[in-house]
T-cell receptor
Framework: NAGVTQTPKFRILKIGQSMTLQCTQD?????MYWYRQDPGMGLKLIYY???????DKGEVPNGYNVSRSTTEDFPLRLELAAPSQTSVYFC??????????????FGPGTRLTVL | GENVEQHPSTLSVQEGDSAVIKCTYS??????FPWYKQELGKGPQLIID?????GEKKDQRIAVTLNKTAKHFSLHITETQPEDSAVYFCAASIVGNQFYFGTGTSLTVIP
């Protein structure tokens, strides 16, 4: 199992550009999450999904969009990049299926800089 | 929502000494408390977790204690080794709901 994979690892964007951060998991987890991590701060939840076709906002959703067409993939879209979106982005997944299991497995992260 | 505070923000210990990191939470309904270790350039990795129906859990050199009345929980690492150097995050959640993370503790173990 590769676990949770993210691409790209690094990206520099200009203000106003758009991009999609990719996230894939091969553990057949139904829950997936996107977090951002700013220096000296904890992880803040951007969006999450409880299954294919279902997404919901987290603490800091403004400026982002997500979709979940398959169990494996959960891409994060930035439409008009702003300097405030400079951060490290982590994707995570967990399994909940009637049996409580809250362990979240994280990908290696994408470091995004908006100039 | 839940508010999780974590202290200290940085911690340096001599190899072989113990390290303790403390977190407090605000929502008495929270019942799941994981701890994550994040090494440089990597994603957070779960090292230990505890649920509100127990007061302490151990896994080799790592232990977590929970005081529900005071709403705080702590990570204890004994016999520290240089490979324990990393950033550690605590989190709190109500099972089935989102995690709320602390701001992290950067632990340095000095050989």
């Amino acid at each position: 199992n590769a676990g949770v994979t993210q691409t790209p690892k690094f990206r520099i964007l200009k203000i106003g550009q758009s991009m999609t951060l990719q996230c894939t998991q091969d553990m057949n987890h139904n829950y997936m999450y996107w977090y951002r991590q700013d220096p000296g701060m904890g992880l803040k939840l951007i969006y999450y999904s409880v299954g294919a076709g279902i997404t919901d906002k987290g603490e800091v959703p403004n400026g982002y969009n997500v979709s979940r067409s398959t169990t494996e993939d959960f891409p994060l879209r930035l439409e008009l990049a702003a300097p405030s979106q400079t951060s490290v982005y982590f994707c995570a997944s967990s399994s909940r299926g009637g049996r409580v299991s809250d362990t979240q497995y994280f990908g290696p992260g994408t470091r995004l800089t908006v100039l | 929502g839940e508010n999780v505070e974590q202290h200290p923000s940085t911690l340096s210990v001599q190899e072989g000494d113990s390290a303790v990191i403390k977190c407090t939470y605000s929502d008495s309904a929270s019942n799941y408390f994981p701890w994550y270790k994040q090494e440089l350039g990597k994603g957070p990795q779960l090292i230990i977790d505890i649920r509100s129906n127990v007061g302490e859990k151990k896994d080799q050199r790592i232990a977590v204690t929970l005081n529900k009345t005071a709403k705080h929980f702590s990570l204890h690492i004994t016999e520290t080794q240089p490979e324990d150097s990393a950033v550690y995050f605590c989190a709190a959640s109500i099972v089935g709901n989102q995690f709320y993370f602390g701001t992290g503790t950067s632990l340095t173990v000095i050989p």
